[in-house]
């Protein structure tokens, strides 16, 4: 058979593991694997090419997405998506993977429910994607932001700071949960939670008063701007704050064991579907076990949140 793999959206760490397992699988399996660059755009471009065994050698460790990612409002629309439906025709392509976040998956939906043989994989560094407890990058963007925010505690101890560390997760408070439990910090905002500023302020004033030398609040982008928080708790507290906003920094880098391991795992499972004539379907890691359900029922439920998590965080926080 002939399998198309694209990446689409954000790139995140890990989806250059994705692409060589499902790659290696599949042409160990007897069949031919092409990749598709800068996503559903160079779908539409048929942009195919093929990759052969050592065509995927060299990048299990790197970040980014060696066949390039794009966001294509074009491809939104009936018309972009049948030109792409006439490329992948033209070039033979029997199954089509795409390795990215939930637009990625509404446009594979998009493709399947116009009769196109689709799989998805998660890709993004958010953890916002339904019937995965993890989306590939989640994990080493963790990492990273907590690596981050331990030098920014470093310098924030010896001014006697509040550093507030705003990172991404664009609606999802997951990067900003885990990485805010993993630094101990005083307070996390995320959108999934009501919070206040002056609950926030008393937080951090009762750290000072109790001797605490800094101050930590790590900072959902979709909750918050940091600059904002930051400019507010100076004011109200009289203490002296800085914000950081992390940015791209968290997007990139070598992929952490995790990341590469459930990819690779991934990778097989999809070529597993691929042969059994399971098709529309997204590969998730659910209690370590790597499932599949339809991209459909995918999209329709919310991603999970870890309200025990962040309950937990605020009792250790004191
Ligand atoms: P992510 O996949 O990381 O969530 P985007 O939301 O930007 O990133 O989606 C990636 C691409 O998927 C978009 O640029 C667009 O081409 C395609 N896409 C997004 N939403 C849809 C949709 N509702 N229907 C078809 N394609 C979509
Ligand atoms: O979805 C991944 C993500 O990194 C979000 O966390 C962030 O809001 C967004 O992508 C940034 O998108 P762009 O690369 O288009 O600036």
């Known amino acids: 058979m002939n399998i198309a793999i694209l990446t689409s959206g954000g790139d995140s760490q890990g989806m250059n593991s994705a692409i060589r397992a499902i790659t290696r699988t599949a042409i160990v399996k007897g069949h031919k694997v092409y990749g598709v660059t800068k996503g559903y755009q160079g779908l539409m471009e048929g ?11 060299d990048i299990l460790h790197r970040g980014g997405t060696f066949l390039q990612s794009a966001r294509s409002l074009e491809f939104k629309e009936t018309s972009g998506q049948k ?29 399947f429910e116009k009769g196109i043989s689709t799989y998805c994989l ?49 609606g999802s408070g997951n990067i900003a949960l885990h990485a805010g439990v993993a630094s101990g910090a005083d307070a996390i905002i995320v959108p999934e ?19 605490k030398k800094h101050g930590i609040i ?54 597993e579907c691929i042969e059994k004539g399971i098709s529309g379907v997204a590969i998730g890691i659910e209690g370590n076990q790597i499932t599949y359900h339809p991209i459909k029922e995918v999209l329709s439920k919310k991603a999970q949140f870890d309200y025990k998590l962040y309950h937990i965080a605020k009792n250790l926080s004191k």
Not at 126 to 149: E, H, K, M, P, Q
């Open 193 to 211: 939670v009501p919070w206040e500023l002056e609950e926030v302020c008393n937080i951090i004033l009762e750290g000072f008063n109790r001797g």
């Open 218 to 271: 790590v900072v959902a982008e979709g909750a918050a701007s940091g600059e904002d928080v930051a400019t507010e708790i100076e004011k109200r507290t009289g203490l002296e704050a800085r914000s950081t906003k992390l940015g791209y920094v968290q997007r990139g880098g070598s992929p952490s064991s995790f990341d590469r391991i459930f990819t690779s795992r991934m990778g097989d499972k999809v070529v």
């Open 122 to 170: 998660p890709g993004t560094i958010d953890n916002d994607i339904a019937y995965t407890d993890y989306t590939i990058g989640f994990d080493t963007t963790v990492n990273l932001v907590v690596s981050l925010i331990n030098n920014v505690r470093d310098t924030s101890t010896s001014h006697e700071r509040t550093s507030i560390i705003e990172v991404m997760g664009r």
């Open 83 to 111: 030109r792409a439906i006439q490329k992948l025709k033209e070039a033979n392509i029997d199954h089509l993977v795409v390795i990215g976040g939930d637009g990625s998956y509404q446009g594979a939906l998009a493709l």
């Open 47 to 57: 942009l195919f090419i093929p990759l052969d065994l050592r065509d995927v050698g």
